[in-house]
């Protein structure tokens, strides 16, 4: 049900989400079209292998990724409200949508691959510091597990602000872009192995 009919109802079930938890939401609306198509283009230029998405809510940036035509069996999107987890699940039939809590994800079971985009819409800065933690640290373990795993995630801070310091040696992040046609306006930046910025690709 990728269509208007899709986002009506994605725009009910977000509300609903956020009645139910406003810190775990964490925004004020659903990723807007120019935010979704951001990140999906920074997905397309890339070409992982497996695509994983985290905090999907309602599925605003997950029809991005769904258009550029992922195999079902190397799509995966992952939420933690039921509600949510539901209506994804009726949206993208294709797409392996997993109700599990991000803490967890590095115990998630992966097909092997080459490469792994991980694309989190997770509030990080807004969901309660232990989970936020959490989150983090399940997100690096799984982006050391995989060979050539990067993370995309947005934020909503000030444009220089990168999603979340300590990171493991090695790694460095970029601002892929600022969309400020989004409610409000959104940050995305990369995870990458510095060996990318030295070898001269970016
Ligand atoms: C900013 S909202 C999602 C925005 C989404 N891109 C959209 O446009 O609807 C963040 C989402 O992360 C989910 N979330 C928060 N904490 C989570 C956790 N620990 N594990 C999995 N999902 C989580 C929330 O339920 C919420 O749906």
Same mark, same amino acid.
């Given at each position: 049900m990728?269509?208007?009919r899709g986002q009506g109802l994605g725009g009910l079930a977000f ?6 938890? #406003? ?7 659903p ?16 070409? #992982? ?8 809510g309602t599925g605003a940036?997950?029809q ?20 949510l987890?539901?209506h994804l699940?009726?949206r ?16 998630? #079971? ?36 995989? #060979? ?55």
């Open positions: 990728a269509d208007g509300a609903l989400a956020w009645v139910r938890n #406003p810190r775990r939401v964490g925004a004020i609306a990723a807007s079209k120019a935010l979704a198509q951001a990140i999906a283009g920074e997905v397309a230029r890339v070409g #992982p292998e497996l695509l994983l998405e985290v905090g999907a940036v997950t991005a990724l769904a258009a550029l035509g992922p195999p079902p069996d190397r799509f995966f999107v992952i939420e933690r409200d039921p509600g987890v539901r699940r009726e993208f039939p294709s797409a392996e949508v997993q109700h599990a809590c991000a803490t967890r994800l590095d115990l998630l #079971p992966l097909p092997p691959a080459a490469s792994l985009m991980l694309v989190s819409s997770l509030p990080l800065m807004s969901m309660p510091r232990d989970e936020g933690r959490r989150c983090v640290k399940a997100m690096l373990a799984l982006l050391e597990r995989v #060979p050539n795993a990067r993370l995309l995630q947005y934020t909503y801070a000030a444009r220089h602000v990168r999603p979340f310091d300590q990171l493991p040696p090695g790694w460095r992040w970029r601002r892929v872009k600022t969309v400020w046609a989004n409610l409000p306006p959104a940050t995305v930046w990369s995870l990458e192995p510095a060996a990318h910025f030295t070898q001269g690709i970016h």
